[in-house]
Structures are given as C-alpha cells and as structure tokens.
C-alpha cells in the first residue's frame, strides 16, 4: 500500500505563488523506483496533469515556466513549485505515484493518488 498526502494549498492573488508538497508513506514505496505526478481537476473540468517526474521533469504546456516539479527520495516527498498564478489555476491539485510505465500524462498511469489540496486563485 501506498499512501500520499498533499498540503500547501490555499487561496492567493493572481501573479502570487505557492508550494505544494506531497509525502508518500507505505511498505511497498520506495521512492526512487516511483514515478510522481500532480494533476489538477477544476469543477466541471476533467483532471488533466500538470507536472511529472522520474529521472527527470515534464510540465503540461500551460505551466511551463511557471510551475516546477522536484523531489526528494531522502524524504519520500515531492513538492511542486507554482508561480505567476492565475485565476485558471484554481482547482484541487492531486498528488499520484506508480512505477514509471504509460505515459506521465495519463491519470491511468498512476495507480495511487492522494485526497488533494485545494489552491483558489483570485482577486
């Protein structure tokens, strides 16, 4: 089993930042065989990914350059870095894990995912 819980999520002003950690637990988690990944799902929207990371990072078209990705294996956690946000960044931010196979955009590829943390953008 593995369990990951989010946090670090919170309302802000368009153009300000958060940061969004994830730490995984479990007897089968070992995290550098895990490949991470943070989704996000607004209401009424379809999840669709936004940042992933085995070896090395991948971002979803709309936040690269804004959002980083990084990970700390001594720590099973993973933390995504948000900045320069907008008021379409508001959703609930879930936080996923498996071993690296599909595509680290795709949600089935991800067979652990955490409860979320919610991130409201606005004025």
């Known amino acids: 089993q593995v369990q990951l819980v989010e946090s670090g999520g919170g309302s802000v002003e368009p153009g300000g930042s958060l940061r969004l950690t994830c730490v995984a637990s479990?007897?089968?988690?070992?995290?550098?065989?895990?490949?991470m990944g943070w989704f996000r799902q607004a209401p009424g929207k379809q999840r669709e990914a936004v940042a992933g990371?085995?070896?090395?990072?991948a971002y979803a078209g709309v936040v690269k350059g804004r959002f980083t990705i990084s990970r700390d294996n001594a720590k099973n956690t993973v933390y995504l870095e948000m900045n320069r946000l907008q008021p379409e960044d508001t959703a609930m931010y879930y936080c996923?894990?498996?071993?690296?196979?599909?595509?680290?955009?795709?949600?089935?590829?991800?067979?652990?995912w955490g409860q979320g943390t919610q991130v409201t953008v606005s004025s």
């Open positions: 996923a894990a498996d071993l690296p196979r599909g595509l680290w955009h795709r949600a089935e590829s991800y067979g652990h």
């Open positions: 479990g007897s089968t988690f070992r995290s550098e065989t895990y490949r």
């Open positions: 990371m085995y070896t090395s990072p």
